[in-house]
């Protein structure tokens, strides 16, 4: 299959992207870090890097030019995004704009430079979070976060209904706490009970077979939070 994945320069997006070169899947990996990209690169022929910062840059020409290559896009997963960890009332209005731009906009901008790519099976996953999900427990200083996740989560119900005419399925998981360096630099010293690794495993199998079961859901991925 033709996979893009957008935050594959480390983390869960990283190894979502190498666990998907290494089952034999093209790969069309993005992320604004070159250095990051290149490592990933040099790993497995299959994957190619987008080095592209999805908020401020378009990308539809590079999309292009690697389906051309490779064939339609069959897989989306939009897996970038960012964490601002500050109490509400120390958040300004810049932080909230950043942390929507981060999370969502760069879903949006990727997803519409790829839709003209798509075909009647694909699949789009957004990556969301527990603290988007309604319902869940909150964790205080996510607020910009985690309202920004709550808006991609409503934006794949949205696309789900807007894209079905077209196939195209789009569902959302909401992870619950994954050991990576975003959640390092957020709560220094928590240990997360699932790793990069682990659920970059469950992200991809979901994102090649969770259409035949699934499409407009909000999936929450996590131990221990309702
Ligand atoms: N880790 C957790 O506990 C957890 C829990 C729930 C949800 N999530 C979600 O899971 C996803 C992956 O998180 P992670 O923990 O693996 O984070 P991470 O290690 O910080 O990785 C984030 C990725 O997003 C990319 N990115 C950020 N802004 C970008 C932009 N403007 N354009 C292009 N790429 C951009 C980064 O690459 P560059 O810096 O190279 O651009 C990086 O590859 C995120 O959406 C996160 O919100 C994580």
Request: with cysteine.
């Amino acid at each position: 299959m033709n996979i893009i994945v957008s935050g594959a320069s480390k983390g869960i997006g990283y190894e979502v992207a190498l666990q998907a070169a290494e089952s034999g899947h093209n790969v069309l990996a993005v992320a604004r870090n070159a250095e990051l990209l290149d490592l990933l690169v040099a790993k497995n022929e299959l994957i190619t890097a987008l080095k592209v910062d999805l908020i401020e840059e378009e990308c539809s020409q590079s999309i292009a030019s690697w389906t051309n290559k490779v064939g339609k896009v069959e897989v989306l997963i939009n897996n970038a995004g960012q964490l601002i960890n500050k109490s509400f009332i120390e958040t300004t209005v810049k932080d909230f704009k950043d942390q929507f731009n981060a999370n969502i906009i760069t879903a949006v901008k990727l997803t519409q430079a790829v839709i003209p790519f798509m075909n009647k099976s694909t699949h789009i996953v957004n990556i969301s979070s527990m603290g988007g999900f309604q319902g869940s427990s909150k964790y205080s200083g996510l607020s910009a976060y985690s309202a920004s996740k709550g808006g991609l989560s409503v934006l794949t119900e949205c696309l789900s209904e807007e894209l079905k005419e077209y196939g195209i399925s789009v569902n959302a998981l909401a992870l619950g706490a994954v050991q990576t360096e975003m959640l390092e630099n957020a709560f220094p010293g928590y240990s997360a009970p699932v790793s990069a690794e682990e659920m970059a495993s469950y992200i991809l199998d979901f994102a090649l077979k969770g259409h035949q079961f699934y499409n407009g859901q909000i999936l929450p991925v996590a131990i221990g939070n309702p």
